[in-house]
């Protein structure tokens, strides 16, 4: 069975920055896309950045320039560098990813999940 776990959330001032981090772990041949939403209360997750197993990048017009999603496929651990953060940008952080899972038969089969969530909160 696959995980993901996302780490790194916290309460910040506006301007700081902050970093987060989603680590896969399990039986896993290959995780292809990743992605991190984010959900503001009472609304639903929004693509904030995506990021393919060749490291091509795609962010949400509010966060480009500001945030930077990068992955180590060694660590099957994907990041999200978060500067000049926002008091919108306060919202509950989740990740996501597609990946080619091993069973136990040793068939590889293609999967997806998300993690728990991680909470930001940014506010003076």
């Known amino acids: 069975q696959v995980q993901l776990v996302e780490s790194g959330g916290g309460l910040v001032r506006p301007g700081w920055s902050l970093r987060l981090s989603c680590a896969a772990s399990?039986?896993?041949?290959?995780?292809?896309?990743m992605r991190w939403y984010r959900q503001p209360q009472g609304k639903e997750r929004e693509l904030v950045a995506t990021?393919?197993?060749?490291?091509?990048?795609n962010y949400a017009y509010a966060v480009k320039g500001r945030f930077t999603i990068s992955r180590d496929n060694a660590k099957n651990t994907m990041y999200l560098q978060m500067n000049s953060l926002k008091s919108e940008d306060t919202d509950v952080y989740y990740c996501?990813?597609?990946?080619?899972?091993?069973?136990?038969?040793?068939?590889?089969?293609?999967?997806?999940?998300w993690g728990q969530g991680t909470r930001v909160a940014v506010s003076s």
């Open positions: 996501t990813a597609d990946w080619l899972a091993v069973l136990p038969t040793g068939e590889c089969v293609a999967a997806k999940g």
């Open positions: 399990g039986s896993i041949s290959r995780i292809d896309d």
């Open positions: 990021i393919t197993s060749g490291g091509s990048t």
